[in-house]
């Protein structure tokens, strides 16, 4: 393990260790809130449906909590094997992925598994309605930026950055027939920003097809399937950009996905101004919008980790109205602090 591997790993378990003292989270009494970050637990020999299952695993770079009621420790173990197996075909940069091989092959055509072909699908629409505020071919410019606190801190020059702007258009890559796919010469594909929502998306469902409740975070994806024993629905906290671990309000939910994209997750100061990893694809610098939190609650964990990030680039007005011509609920968090909604969002969750 490098430092760098030791010293992510630290952060999160102190991570872990901090929600959990916050949240009062056991593996008997529920709190309600989920924020995301829950204790590992093993799974009850003789599965109750009062019980809890809680797992934590790491995957796409990020803590993965589950918890399920009344299930057995062979669906923990099953939800760990697809988030592994989605990982090896997704991640950039695991040697062999789909990705890595579209990457390591850009001017040349590569087949690939069914679902990468998906994505890519959707990722090139998704880009297309966000008028490229979404990109996944932004990984060149990603590239010359550093944002994990673990290593100095980069801010590349003007020049580098802006040589590498006309390698980010999403509608250049190719989907062919088969499965194919067919990256330019230059450019590159990184689906961070996407593909932590579709395996939320296939983790709820395998849940659902087991026919048990659970709620399963990565990162700023949360999904929640069914009500808990009880019947209550489950709690999502929204965190409070100007003051980490606590929320700024807290919805109810069952059966739908919970995302938020922030510029407060990752980044750093130098020179009075703030630096966060969430860039505008037409840019290259860091989103300049008025907005610090985008979330949304829908069906697709995939589509809504897309437009949240989207949504941070082109700001509250543009956010609100792409929002409402897809029929979509969504809050905003403003830079001043202040929340916007779709209509009727805070009825339809009990906002709190």
Not at 98 to 108: E, H, L, M, P
Not at 135 to 149: D, H
Not at 211 to 231: C, E, W
């Amino acid at each position: 393990m490098t430092k760098r591997q030791s010293n992510m790993w630290l952060r999160m378990l102190s991570l872990l260790l901090v929600c959990l003292l916050l949240t009062g989270c056991t593996g008997g009494t529920d709190t309600g809130v989920q924020p995301g970050l829950i204790p590992a637990a093993q799974a009850e020999e003789t599965p109750d449906p009062n019980k809890k299952t809680t797992g934590v695993g790491f995957y796409f770079d990020t803590v993965v909590t589950l918890t399920l009621w009344g299930a057995p420790e062979d669906l923990v173990n099953e939800v760990w094997a697809e988030c592994s197996r989605y990982e090896k075909l997704l991640s950039k940069t695991i040697q062999g992925s789909d990705v890595s091989r579209i990457n390591n092959a850009a001017g040349q055509t590569v087949t690939v598994d069914p679902e990468t072909w998906e994505i890519l699908r959707r990722a090139k629409d998704i880009s297309a309605l966000t008028g490229g505020a979404f990109s996944i071919t932004i990984a060149p410019v990603t590239a010359l930026w550093t944002f994990t606190g673990v290593e100095t801190n980069v801010i590349p020059t003007d020049d580098k950055r802006l040589s590498m702007l006309h390698l980010v258009d999403d509608q250049k890559i190719v989907l062919g027939e088969n499965n194919t796919v067919t990256l330019p010469a230059g450019m590159q594909i990184d689906l961070g920003g996407i593909a932590k929502g579709y395996i939320a998306d296939k983790v709820a469902e395998l849940i659902r097809e087991k026919a048990y409740a659970g709620i399963i975070s990565l990162g700023g994806n949360v999904y929640t399937v069914g009500r808990k024993p009880d019947g209550s629905r489950f709690s999502v906290g929204i965190t409070n950009p100007e003051e980490t671990y606590t929320y700024k309000g807290i919805i109810y939910t069952e059966g739908c996905t919970v995302v938020t994209s922030g510029t407060y997750e990752r980044g750093f100061n130098f020179g009075g101004v703030r630096f966060h990893h969430i860039l505008d694809p037409k840019t290259g610098w860091p989103a300049q919008s008025d907005l610090v939190s985008a979330t949304f609650v829908m069906d697709s964990s995939m589509t809504a980790d897309a437009l949240a990030t989207a949504c941070i680039v082109i700001g509250s007005e543009k956010a609100l109205e792409l929002a409402a011509s897809q029929g979509l609920d969504a809050m905003f968090i403003k830079k001043d602090g202040s929340v916007l909604f779709t209509d009727g969002f805070e009825q339809k969750y009990n906002y709190q």
